[in-house]
């Protein structure tokens, strides 16, 4: 959710443009790729024990980056020009590529000796990995549903602001802005909750968490308190997901095999994009048909759901990464 969720800051984002010239397909399998490494790799520079603060590290850093680059974007449209501004973003990337391309370590799992890889009985494996998994599976099922409701929201939320609440960009571009802080916020306490309260009742409450913030946004009005309600909302929303994403990251790079990191991290990011794609399209028809304060108040139906069915798993019991039977 990490963030995710997983990072859930990233799967918030569009991949990609659908003007011309656009490659939106190959954005989002470059990216799922990237992620399911970058999610792998982690516990190979860090020890178990630090999984958790390294991940909320990430997930700061994320955070900042996603408040500040829009303000940083829009500044370089107006100074350079749009096409320059691009030209910096793809140079950002490349040096981001470079600096990942310098660091030098050891794998923790060597590579298979067997050159005959079957595609198919590795995705197998994937899935066993995590739907077999009694902590795992229903923990990745309640994540499905997180971000089926959250696209669902997200879709809508902009022109909820803008269009029916008569905002403007820049308010609009204030609750984002709060999402971000609050997101550092809860990151900031992550893993001193996680170690106080243990994984599983923080992950649960922050799956509470979100649709209590997603219920202040169909409440809006036009208006200075409407505008401090969506606030509100989003900063709720970002504490959730800081506090979660960490969590849930470092608890699923200690409880998996090293050699089955790459598949459990594709196998959960891939449904939970698959989530968004089905969430995002239900989210605009519904808004629609029956109007967008029906649409979040549905949403967040869907989120109470989920975060009950995973307050009634076994996962409510994880304190910590030893409580993790497979």
């Known amino acids: 959710m990490s963030a995710e969720h997983e990072s859930v800051h990233a799967d918030r984002k569009p991949h990609g443009s659908t003007g011309p010239g656009s490659h ?78 310098r660091l030098r370590v050891r794998e923790r799992s060597d590579p298979p000796e067997r050159v005959d890889r079957n595609l198919r009985a590795e995705l197998r494996e994937g899935l066993s990995c995590v739907y077999g998994h009694r902590m795992l599976a229903p923990l990745a099922l309640a994540s499905h549903g997180w971000f089926f409701g959250s696209a669902m929201v997200s879709t809508v939320y902009a022109l909820f602001v803008i ?6 960009a820049a308010a609009l571009g204030l609750t984002f802005a709060l999402s971000g802080i609050g997101a550092v916020v809860g990151s900031s306490v992550a893993d001193r909750a996680g170690r106080r309260f243990g994984i599983g009742p923080m992950i649960i409450v922050c799956r509470w968490l979100t649709p209590a913030g997603y219920a202040l946004i169909p409440l809006a009005h036009n208006g200075i308190g409407g505008l401090t309600l969506l606030c509100a909302a989003q900063f709720v929303f970002g504490v959730s997901i800081g506090v979660d994403s960490p969590l849930e990251m470092g608890y699923r790079q200690s409880v998996t095999p090293d050699r089955l990191l790459g598949r459990m991290n594709a196998t959960m990011r891939s449904l939970n994009r698959a989530a968004i794609v089905l969430g995002a399209p239900i989210g605009g028809l519904l808004a629609a048909w029956l109007g967008v304060r029906w649409t979040v108040w549905i949403a967040v139906g869907g989120l109470l759901f989920a975060a009950v069915a995973l307050n009634a798993s076994d996962f409510r019991h994880v304190r910590s990464v030893s409580d993790a039977p497979g």
């Open 24 to 101: 939106p397909p190959t954005i989002g399998i470059v990216s799922l790729a990237y992620d399911a490494a970058h999610q792998s790799f982690l516990p190979t520079l860090v020890p178990q024990e630090l999984l958790t603060p390294a991940n909320a590290r990430l997930e700061q850093s994320a955070a900042v980056a996603q408040t500040g680059g829009p303000v940083l974007g829009g500044w370089l449209i107006r100074i350079v020009g749009a096409p320059l501004a691009i030209l910096v973003d793809a140079v950002s990337y490349l040096i981001s590529g470079l600096i990942v391309a």
């Open 163 to 168: 269009d029916e609440l008569g905002f403007d």
